[in-house]
């Protein structure tokens, strides 16, 4: 394969991640991603004839790496609720220059998948974890969907080759802060390491105040207290979590700052919606469009040639510009673009 020329937008950021929403659909409702005042029985999601084919990701994907994605993330919604994901898993493993194809999910149909998505190719999982008691997590998954049913998804992750694994944690506050020292005592030793993040304000559905955010300041002195922790470098650039080791050598876990301390100078993600829109920032006011694109006929030389030209009048730093202002800005909800 050709080496990809370095695409970098008007920040000199390249192209690296791809994050891509296969299905606006989740059978959660948590109240900082699709809160079911909002998403109830009457929601309207997406027609099925909006939403992109496997066929047509395919292409995007093949495109993105002739720009200089090296990391694709399937997300949702929940994205084990889309049909035969380990097809799309497949094509999508066989693309040369994909260096990690991962999946975000909340793990409630993760037991019966993890095998076959193992052997389409998959390479690691994150699965979202907000608490370890029923009370709590059912509070916040908001469905009455049990503790006991995330840990058997795991396991089964395990048996099948997808470890180690990334828990996600969203900590808000007066909510789940117990939460921290609970997760962070389970998985130590574990081999498996915990990201805790700051409640974020994606979208307009989720009540964000900036009142309810845990800094991650606060979450890393938590544990810090009973567990002696240090920092560690990050892998590469665009790292998006603040990781730290225990002192012990029990493992590892990450915190995402993107209220606090926010790294915009080093994002390197984009982000491509269920109906085949393609945003440059998770807080992005707007899309373009890739489905009418792609559904023209287009060839793969046009369709890289589109993804180029959008990488590079990329100009977005939203949380490094956060204000009340623009937390007001018509942004897109979290549950279509993808976490």
């Known amino acids: 394969m050709t080496a990809p020329l370095t695409t970098l937008d008007t920040l000199g950021r390249p192209m690296r991640d791809l994050r891509i929403s296969v299905t606006d659909r989740c059978n959660f409702r948590c109240g900082y991603c699709m809160p079911k005042e909002v998403f109830g029985p009457d929601h309207a999601f997406l027609p099925r004839t909006d939403v992109l084919t496997f ?25 084990l609720v889309r049909r035969n994901l380990e097809e799309l898993v497949a094509a999508l493993s066989g693309i040369e220059g994909i260096d ?30 907000d608490a370890l008691d029923d009370e709590t997590f059912m509070r916040m998954n908001d469905v009455g969907f049990p503790v006991a049913r995330v840990l058997d998804g795991i396991a089964a992750a395990e048996v099948a080759g997808l470890g180690p694994i990334k828990i996600n944690t969203v900590i808000r506050r ?37 009142d309810d955010v845990v800094p991650a300041a606060e ?10 922790l240090e920092p560690v470098d990050a892998d590469y650039r665009g790292e998006v979590a603040q990781r730290y080791r225990y002192r012990d050598g029990a493992g590892e876990i990450g915190v ?23 945003y440059t920032c998770l807080f992005a006011t707007a899309g ?9 006929g287009v060839d793969e030389t046009s369709l890289t040639d589109a993804l180029r030209v959008i990488w590079t009048g990329r100009s977005d730093r939203y949380s490094e510009l956060r204000t009340l202002d623009t937390v007001d800005l018509p942004k897109v909800e979290m549950s279509f673009i993808g976490g």
Do not use: Y
């Open 55 to 79: 066929q047509e990701i395919e292409r995007v994907v093949r495109a993105a790496v002739a720009v200089g994605v090296r990391k694709v993330r399937l997300t949702g919604g929940e994205p």
């Open 100 to 129: 990690d194809l991962t999946l975000t999910t909340n793990a409630s149909l993760l037991a019966g998948k993890a095998q076959a998505l193992a052997d389409a190719g998959l390479h690691r999982l994150t699965v979202s974890l």
């Open 174 to 210: 007066g909510i789940n802060e117990h939460a921290i020292d609970q997760l962070a005592d389970h998985f130590r030793g574990s081999g498996h390491s915990i990201r805790f993040i700051e409640f974020m304000d994606v979208g307009h559905s989720n009540g964000w105040r900036l």
């Open 219 to 228: 979450v890393v002195a938590t544990i810090n207290a009973r567990w002696p």
């Open 256 to 278: 995402i700052t993107s209220v606090t301390q926010p790294f915009c100078g080093d994002c390197t993600r984009a982000r491509l919606s269920a109906d085949g829109s393609l």
């Open 288 to 296: 373009h469009d890739l489905r009418d694109l792609l559904r023209s």
